[in-house]
Each structure stands twice: as structure tokens, then as C-alpha cells.
Nanobody
Framework: QLELVESGGGLVQPGGSLRLSCAAS????????IGWFRRAPGKEREGVSC????????FYADSVRGRFTISKDKIKNTVYLQMNSLKPEDTDIYHC??????????????????????????WGQGTQVSVSS
């Protein structure tokens, strides 16, 4: 059975850091493009970051570029999202998902460049990130 499990969320003060993990079971992440998404209640889902199956390309939303870093550990079969300089507006539930594409594609939705949700098929349950003083 294919499964993605996120972990690493929590409560952190503004300016702090967290590292989210997306662990796969039942399949190897090595050849999959993996995306991280977030969506707080009442907000649209936002594609935050992506790493391609070959690790040859990555994507970062404008809102996180320069603060977040995505990486893939093929031995641990896990994708990480290192989040630094966290802001209150980063508070959200973060999900990882596998893409049907072999690369990170993007689209513009109402002027915001994001990952195309429809390209992602397997999703984890999510992990809560809260940024507050």
C-alpha cells in the first residue's frame, strides 16, 4: 500500500525554523516528483515547493523562496522541507504529494504562481505548522 506520512510540524516563534519530513512507504520516492502544499481553512491550496524525480529541478513559491529548502534523501526514502525565518502567515497544514509528472511544473492561478494540484495523486494526511509569539 502506497503511503506518505508527514511529520515535523509544531509551534514556533516568528523567525524560527522547522524541518518537515515526508516519508514514503510501499514505493520508492527516488523517481517521483514530490510537492509540498499548504492550505489553511478558508484559503486556497498553495503549492509551496517541489523537487523533481531526478532532483534536476525544483520549484519554490514566491512567498517562501529564499526561506524554504526542499531536499530528497533516497536512502531514507524521505523528502524534507527546511523552513527558516518563519512568519505568522506560514501557519498552515502542510501536505506532501506525488506528482504524475517527472518534473516540477507550475501554473498561474489568479496571479499567483503555484503547483498544479491536479497533477498530484497520492497525498499525505498533513502536519500542522503554527508560527506565533
Amino acid at each position: 500500500q502506497l503511503e506518505l506520512v508527514e511529520s515535523g510540524g509544531g509551534l514556533v516563534q516568528p523567525g524560527g525554523s522547522l524541518r518537515l519530513s515526508c516519508a514514503a512507504s510501499g514505493f520508492s520516492l527516488e523517481h517521483y516528483t514530490i510537492g509540498w502544499f499548504r492550505r489553511a481553512p478558508g484559503k486556497e491550496r498553495e503549492g509551496v515547493s517541489c523537487v523533481s524525480g531526478s532532483d534536476s529541478n525544483t520549484f519554490y513559491a514566491d512567498s517562501v523562496r529564499g526561506r524554504f529548502t526542499i531536499s530528497k534523501d533516497k536512502i531514507k526514502n524521505t523528502v524534507y522541507l527546511q523552513m527558516n525565518s518563519l512568519k505568522p502567515e506560514d501557519t498552515d497544514i502542510y501536505h506532501c504529494a506525488t506528482s504524475v509528472q517527472s518534473f516540477c511544473s507550475w501554473e498561474s492561478v489568479r496571479g499567483v504562481v503555484t503547483l498544479p494540484v491536479w497533477e498530484y495523486n497520492y497525498w499525505g494526511q498533513g502536519t500542522q505548522v503554527s508560527v506565533s509569539s
